[in-house]
């Protein structure tokens, strides 16, 4: 099985959004939106939502590891405070990449799509060239 | 600032009572935290704030922790989960930290009111990566810490040494007026953040000054 | 009026949840959203349209121009062609980024909240750190 | 390939019976297509074309234009408002230009031909920025430019210029297999995308032996 993503916007429609861009070149691929804060139900807050990155992290994780990909600082906090509470083995085989979010999503999704590994997923994503 | 009715030893009590009485100044000020967040980034820290306190006195009205770091524990864990902007991610690893920094002591000392606030304070800056001047809530943690530690070194009690630190972490808050931003949405802002109190400057006082009154400190 | 941002993506969540993320920070900039392929009625097809992009630009231009934001090269593509079918007088007026779209987006929609000239909001744009 | 039935000079009619031949070749082509764009882009180029031509069909059923240029603009600003991918303002471009290369011609000649090939290769080019060997439909439009351009100096006859560029294109289609993308989606893949033919140069190759077929040329 190929890496996964995580798509981490403070947008649920963003993080949706990106998923179903990035599915349509990438369709082996484990996508998964966690966008939104998590307010039980109702509309999805504008945040970003600590359980929905741990249970994306989960769901992503049963190929060849996981990329993260995130819009603001905040998003990225967020994430490293999730992969602060994986276990060791689990946390190597996430990644978080600094990256356009988008643009590094599809980049990343294609490239998993095509096999490769963690690190050549996560570079995919920080080298993704914008406008392409 | 009042003198807090309350006080007595740093037990678990005490961290009781720092949560509730922080949730009702985050109540009372919930619409000047919005506004400070709303010139200089996106309008939510007092609504984040609110609700994450909130959700703390849920979590406190079912559970009764028997330390004060078990208290901070599960004041982490909500915030963390409940918060959804920045703050959430900074304060809920301040309040880990701080927890670890407790151990398991049942009544903290005044050097162990200085070491939580450090702990807190390092934790931020591990998670954020904001200097001194970057106009965040660093620059109310840091003036804290140093003045807690410099209030222990000098032989106050632990009540003392939390009234200092809310008094300087509330002049460092005041000070993030001038600055411009460095870290956050506000450095999105550039110049133009400048002429505003960053928001989680002022919440670190309102929280520090909670952490006081509970205890009896006297906060000028 | 300040400088206004059409947000060109393929997919009409994305460039709805753009919208509603930088509207946080700029609730006085004009953000049009022009996401999706046209299909008429039924759920937005993944693609871009002229016809939304032509539209956003139109509704974004009351102010001090715009600027428009785009995902993949295809929408790049669209954008331009739109542009060639404007009258010089409003194509002065209108600038593409080379940006990131999510990233280039909220950097943009605070600097024209604050006032800022056409050429600046661009600059905001393209210059935009990803994950602040 | 096939000889077609239609012959005659290359009027309004000619351009009409073109596009009722594109609409079907590409419909039958549909699957092709779409399993070509999916081995490196998005599967969507035959669903793309498809829903273009088919709206086109539906505009020359109302709409009868009097010269091929009119036929053409009316085919460049219908694709441009319905194909949804790259494709649409790609041969938006391409029809768009090669209709102002022919002015208000009523019969194209063979050079009139010649020139509207090539107005349509470089509104590709200026459009997409793709050069030769990039594994785009630049690679099937510039060699039936080319082949179109040769032809009508050695004095072939229209439909034998537009079956000349049909045969160049077919060629060109099949010669990017081997070809490793630098433009559009297919670039994501890098190496990956070498050992598939692209899916807009093989649509390419379909336009212009419709072109071809309407005008009763012979493509091999
Ligand atoms: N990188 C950082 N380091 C330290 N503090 C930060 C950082 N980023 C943001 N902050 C603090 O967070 C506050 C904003 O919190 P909040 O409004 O809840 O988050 P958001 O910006 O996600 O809406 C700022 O006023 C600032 O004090
Ligand atoms: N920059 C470009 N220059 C020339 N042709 C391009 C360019 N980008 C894409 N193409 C052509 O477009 C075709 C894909 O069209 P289509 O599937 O409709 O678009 P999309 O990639 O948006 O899904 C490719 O096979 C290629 O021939
Ligand atoms: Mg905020
Ligand atoms: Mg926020
Ligand atoms: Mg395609
Ligand atoms: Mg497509």
Redesign the interface.
């Known amino acids: 099985m190929s890496v996964g993503l995580v798509i981490v916007?403070?947008?649920?429609?963003?993080?949706?959004?990106?998923v179903?861009?990035a599915a349509?070149?990438a369709p082996d691929v484990v996508l998964v939106a966690a966008?939104g804060?998590?307010?039980g139900d109702g509309p999805s807050?504008?945040?970003?939502?600590?359980?929905r990155v741990q249970a994306g992290i989960e769901q992503a994780s049963d190929g060849d590891g996981v990329v993260i990909l995130?819009?603001?600082?905040?998003?990225?906090?967020?994430a490293?405070?999730v992969l602060e509470f994986l276990e060791p083995e689990a946390r190597d085989r996430v990644r978080l990449a600094?990256?356009?979010?988008?643009?590094?999503a599809?980049?990343a999704a294609?490239?998993a799509q095509?096999g490769s590994s963690l690190d050549e997923v996560l570079r995919a994503a920080e080298n993704a060239v914008?406008?392409? | 600032m009042s003198v807090a009715d309350a006080t007595g030893p740093l037990d678990a009590a005490w961290a009781v009572r720092w949560m509730r009485g922080t949730a009702q100044v985050v109540s009372e000020n919930r619409a000047l935290l919005i506004d400070l967040d709303r010139a200089i980034g996106d309008a939510d820290h007092g609504e984040n704030l609110d609700r994450g306190f909130g959700a703390v006195l849920l979590k406190l009205d079912g559970d009764a922790p028997e330390t004060p770091a078990a208290v901070l524990k599960l004041v982490a864990m909500t915030l963390m989960s409940t918060v959804g902007g920045a703050a959430g991610p900074l304060y809920g690893t301040a309040f880990l930290r701080a927890a670890t920094s407790l151990g398991d002591t049942g009544v903290v000392d005044p050097s162990g009111v200085a070491g939580m606030i450090a702990a807190a304070r390092d934790g931020i800056v591990a998670r954020g990566k904001a200097e001194v001047g970057d106009k965040t809530m660093v620059d109310a943690w840091t003036p804290a810490s140093e003045a807690a530690e410099t209030a222990a070194q000098a032989g106050a009690t632990a009540p003392e040494v939390l009234a200092a630190a809310a008094n300087a972490a509330h002049a460092g808050a005041v000070a993030t007026e001038p600055l411009i931003a460095r870290k956050g949405r506000a450095s999105y802002l550039g110049e133009r953040s400048a002429g505003h109190q960053d928001p989680g400057a002022v919440s670190t006082a309102l929280i520090l000054q909670a952490a006081a009154e509970a205890a009896g400190g006297e906060v000028a």
Chains 1, 3 share one sequence.
């Open positions: 916007s403070h947008s649920r429609k963003i993080a949706e959004g990106v179903e861009l349509q070149m966008g804060a998590d307010d807050r504008i945040g970003t939502s600590f359980e995130t819009d603001l600082g905040s998003a990225v906090m967020t490293e405070m600094e990256a356009a979010l988008v643009e590094g599809v980049a294609v490239q095509g914008v406008s392409i």
